[in-house]
């Protein structure tokens, strides 16, 4: 079976970049500018706007809840069905259950 010239052409060459820097390793002073420019976007761009998304998202959630409305629970038989415990707390509730708006079979937890 022939081995198309572009896969050899391919190997070879990757193969001679892997050897050179195996031989030639870089030198890390010719980096240094480089490292500097990144260690700063990530301090000053990557992080305060990592901050930004964090205060919108609180913020967002927050006017939200202001005018948050339970819907009145209606026992749907196809919903909340418990064929088998959950291996965690009381066995009735999801993994990551919110009382505010998950309801349990039976209906809504009481809210203080």
């Known amino acids: 079976m022939a081995v198309p010239l572009r896969t050899i052409v ?7 970049v892997r050897m050179n820097t195996v031989l030639h390793p ?11 420019t990144w260690r700063n976007l990530t301090l000053f761009v990557a992080f305060p706007a990592i ?11 927050k006017e939200h809840m202001e005018h948050f409305h339970r ?7 196809h919903l909340r069905i418990r064929k088998k415990r959950f291996p965690w707390g009381d066995g009735n509730k999801t993994l990551f259950h919110n009382p505010k ?9 009481e809210l203080d």
Request: hydrophobic letters at 30%; charged letters at 20%.
């Open 26 to 36: 870089p030198n890390p002073k010719q980096y240094e500018g480089a490292v500097k």
């Open 51 to 61: 901050g930004l998304c964090m205060v919108n998202a609180y913020l967002g959630e």
């Open 101 to 109: 708006v998950n309801a349990l079979p039976d209906g809504f937890e």
């Open 71 to 77: 819907e009145e629970f209606i026992p749907y038989e």
């Open 10 to 16: 391919r190997n070879i060459h990757s193969s001679s």
